[in-house]
């Protein structure tokens, strides 16, 4: 019995300890649809957060090219709007939707307006920045259009400051 037990508490703590990946978060698309990022699973995942106000914006038209070239069955971009830098996303879901639709041609997923930092950071924000929450490492959102790379096994794989372009060959070479 005493053994049966010391299995048991065991058996827990490793399912305790047992890291989140990005797959287990559910979060709302553009349209207020839940989005189970599980989903995802098996493909390259780029998510990023953006803004229509801020000198980064035009990232966007490289964000739809890479994606035009790789999405598909295996990668996919996922844009989270955030209005956490200099007010750079003052819009509404809806107001950010025809935004990235008639300016750039958006067709990946775009998610709900969130705050990637701060008292009111969403968790998987929260996943992506945290070293204790993703396993791998701290990556602290710096500005608009910050670029998390996550495995097919929703793993958390890397990050590239805003700067790094879409097409930047760091990132398309990920992709091969």
Request: proline share 4%; glycine share 6%; charged share 25%.
């Given at each position: 019995?005493?053994?049966?037990?010391?299995?048991?508490?065991?058996?827990?703590?490793?399912?305790?300890?047992a890291q989140k990946t990005f797959?287990?978060?559910?979060?709302?698309?553009?349209?207020?649809?839940?989005?189970?990022?599980?989903?995802?699973?098996?493909?390259?995942?780029?998510?990023?957060?953006?803004?229509?106000?801020?000198?980064?914006?035009?990232?966007?038209?490289?964000?739809?090219?890479?994606?035009?070239?790789?999405?598909?069955?295996?990668?996919?971009?996922?844009?989270?709007?955030?209005?956490?830098?200099?007010?750079?996303?003052?819009?509404?879901?809806?107001?950010?939707?025809?935004?990235?639709?008639?300016?750039?041609?958006?067709?990946?997923?775009?998610?709900?307006?969130?705050?990637?930092?701060?008292?009111?950071?969403?968790?998987?924000?929260?996943?992506?920045?945290?070293?204790?929450?993703?396993?791998?490492?701290?990556?602290?959102?710096?500005?608009?259009?910050?670029?998390?790379?996550?495995?097919?096994?929703?793993?958390?794989?890397?990050?590239f400051p805003p700067k790094i372009?879409?097409?930047?060959?760091?990132?398309?070479?990920?992709?091969?």
């Amino acid at each position: 019995m005493k053994e049966l037990i010391l299995i048991t508490i065991f058996l827990t703590s490793i399912t305790t300890m047992a890291q989140k990946t990005f797959h287990d978060f559910t979060v709302k698309d553009i349209d207020g649809n839940q989005v189970a990022l599980s989903k995802f699973k098996g493909k390259k995942v780029l998510v990023v957060n953006v803004a229509s106000k801020c000198g980064y914006t035009p990232q966007y038209e490289g964000l739809q090219e890479l994606y035009t070239i790789h999405g598909d069955e295996d990668f996919v971009i996922i844009g989270f709007p955030a209005n956490n830098f200099l007010w750079q996303e003052p819009g509404t879901n809806e107001d950010i939707k025809q935004f990235c639709t008639n300016k750039y041609n958006v067709s990946f997923p775009m998610m709900s307006k969130i705050s990637v930092k701060g008292s009111d950071q969403s968790e998987v924000y929260s996943w992506l920045t945290k070293k204790d929450e993703n396993g791998v490492s701290d990556a602290k959102v710096s500005w608009n259009f910050q670029k998390f790379l996550i495995g097919e096994n929703g793993e958390w794989l890397a990050y590239f400051p805003p700067k790094i372009e879409p097409m930047s060959e760091e990132i398309v070479n990920w992709l091969k």
